[in-house]
Nanobody, 121 residues
Framework: QVQLKESGGGLVQAGGSLRLSCTAS????????IGWFRQAPGKEREFVAG???????????DFVKGRFTISREANEGAKTTVSLAMDSLAFEDTGVYYC???????????WGQGTQVVVAS
């Protein structure tokens, strides 16, 4: 099993920035990618960004390119931390952001509990 824990959500004004973090622990050797999805009220969950195990490959949804940056932090023991830096936030970026892990660039095998992001217009 893989455990994923998100942090860093909150309230921000439009145009502002937030940084989300996801810490992965457990049997992470079975996951090649860690990603972020989000779900706005009344909408389906959608892919935001993903990163490969070695941190070299990064993948983004078109609507966040140039604004969001996904990165892999240095590992601490058996834990891996992935960050999502979000700039130029807009009201449409409001939602619950979920960390995920799995075998493809848009991983959906494991999920965290989510962290709320609210962008005030």
């Amino acid at each position: 099993q893989v455990q994923l824990k998100e942090s860093g959500g909150g309230l921000v004004q439009a145009g502002g920035s937030l940084r989300l973090s996801c810490t992965a622990s457990g049997r992470t050797f079975g996951t090649n990618f860690i990603g972020w999805f989000r779900q706005a009220p009344g909408k389906e969950r959608e892919f935001v960004a993903g990163i490969s195990r070695d941190g070299v490959g990064t993948y983004y949804a078109d609507f966040v390119k140039g604004r969001f940056t996904i990165s892999r932090e240095a590992n601490e023991g058996a834990k891996t931390t992935v960050s999502l830096a979000m700039d130029s936030l807009a009201f449409e970026d409001t939602g619950v952001y979920y960390c995920s892990a799995g075998l493809d660039p848009r991983p959906t095998s494991y999920w965290g509990q989510g962290t709320q992001v609210v962008v005030a217009s």
